[in-house]
């Protein structure tokens, strides 16, 4: 059962919902007022009047041009410098962190979950939630030697008794079996069939992988609306085993097609069970890693997603390739791009149908830092490997990383 502390946490994360789906509502449909609005419904999340006005001032600046990139960027510091002595708490500067990115402040946005770890750290946990957000705080910050520690002492409750399972198996991933504790699928056909094989999971970024030495791999790939076949030119010959769905897709087959085209793939696995409502018969409903993400309002992405689901069956040797984290020009191939129906088309190969701060309000929204966090620290560990465009991008630094980000697609507002 929650505790006063508790409750109260649960009342910011809910407000700090309702103002970061607000503001990014406005800001996709280029409302400046709405944006305005938002935050100033919301600024009890931000610390008061003053710092809600002056978030304001800069998400509208942004949106209406009247501030450059680096001028943001300033200005959010600016914030950060005004509130870091304030009393706001972890879930406000989560917050700060959060809408920095939707309009593109990927740099500056560092300070503001920075700060967040750093007051959850200095804290000491009164119960066990608690307990899961100061494991979260080491894990994000890479200090794992304290995740151990955190780990160790655990009370596990029916609210936390799950997060616990995930941060057990991920700890035993990155210590090779030394700590925590395994989660393992082993049994049933999943796990028959993947057992002790190589998988390749399959972005949809260029990728100079080859073939060579996997033979007999299985491929895992995203699926989207469109787009369940993949030509026979490219690395991997179109080959596709494991085919893997987000909600977003899952509802589009359930109301266009009934996954009539899924037939082919020896599994479909689906970020939730919706899948149930299609007739199929090679399907499942994979193991995600939203537990593991700093903040309950940060969405999982797919490659992630992948290799996460599949490093539950026992002596799998995982390749990942096609994925840089967005940290290139080309993020999707011209046989990967989405079709986004409710927006008269295609994306472009950075991901975007043209709307401003399109992909800025998706990254801000997935939390790229994070997952570059979680699979730079298992490629670290051996759990996984990565081809040489995807090594390159889990070897920068937080910061060099973000910096790639502002200047790919934060300065254009994209």
Not at 121 to 147: C, G, K
Not at 245 to 267: C, P, R, V, Y
Not at 311 to 329: C, E, I, K, M, Y
Request: charged residues 20%; contains cysteine; neutral net charge.
């Amino acid at each position: 059962m929650y505790t006063l502390a508790g409750i109260s946490t649960g009342l910011r994360l809910r407000a700090a919902r309702v103002l970061l789906n607000g503001l990014k509502a406005s800001i996709e449909a280029g409302e400046r007022d709405g944006a305005a609005h938002a935050l100033q419904r919301g600024q009890s999340v931000l610390g008061g009047r003053a710092s809600a006005r002056a978030v304001a001032d800069i998400v509208t600046g942004r949106m209406d041009q009247r501030l450059s990139h680096e001028q943001a960027s300033d200005a959010f510091n600016e914030v950060f410098q005004r509130l870091r002595h304030s009393s706001l708490p972890p879930t406000g500067w989560f917050v700060l962190e959060n809408l920095s990115r939707a309009v593109g402040c990927f740099v500056a946005s560092q300070a503001f979950g920075e700060h967040a770890r750093a007051l959850i750290v200095a804290s000491r946990p009164q119960n066990d939630r608690q307990r899961t957000e100061l494991f979260l705080a080491h894990l994000h910050s890479r200090d794992i030697d304290s995740a151990i520690q955190t780990w160790h002492t655990r009370v596990p409750a029916s609210h936390t008794a799950e997060f616990w399972t995930d941060a057990g198996h991920l700890l035993w991933l990155l210590t090779a079996g030394e700590h925590g504790m395994a989660d393992l699928i082993d049994k049933g056909s999943w796990s028959q069939a993947l057992r002790g094989q190589q998988v390749v999971a399959m972005g949809p970024a260029p990728s100079s992988l080859t073939t060579s030495g996997l033979d007999d791999a299985l491929v895992a790939r995203v699926i989207a609306p469109g787009m369940t076949t993949w030509p026979s030119t490219d690395q991997l010959g179109g080959q596709c085993d494991l085919a893997y769905a987000n909600s977003d897709t899952t509802k589009w087959f359930i109301a266009h097609e009934g996954g009539q085209s899924l037939a082919d793939f020896s599994f479909v696995s689906f970020r939730t069970s919706s899948w149930k409502a299609m007739a199929l018969t090679n399907a499942r409903t994979a193991r995600h890693h939203k537990a593991l993400m700093p903040m309950p309002f940060d969405k999982t992405n797919m490659v992630p997603l992948i290799a996460w689901d599949v490093l539950h069956v026992p002596d799998v040797q995982l390749r990942v390739a096609g994925t840089t984290f967005f940290a290139s020009r080309t993020a999707y191939t011209s046989h990967d791009v989405r079709l986004k129906e409710d927006r008269g088309g295609h994306t472009d190969q950075r991901g975007s149908t043209g709307i401003p701060f399109e992909r800025c309000l998706s990254f801000s929204s997935h939390n790229l830092s994070a997952h570059h966090t979680l699979m730079s620290l298992l490629a670290e560990a051996g759990a996984l490997s990565f081809d040489p465009e995807g090594s390159a991008v889990v070897g920068l630094s937080m910061t060099e990383y973000l910096r790639e980000i502002d200047t790919l697609y934060g300065v254009g507002a994209v």
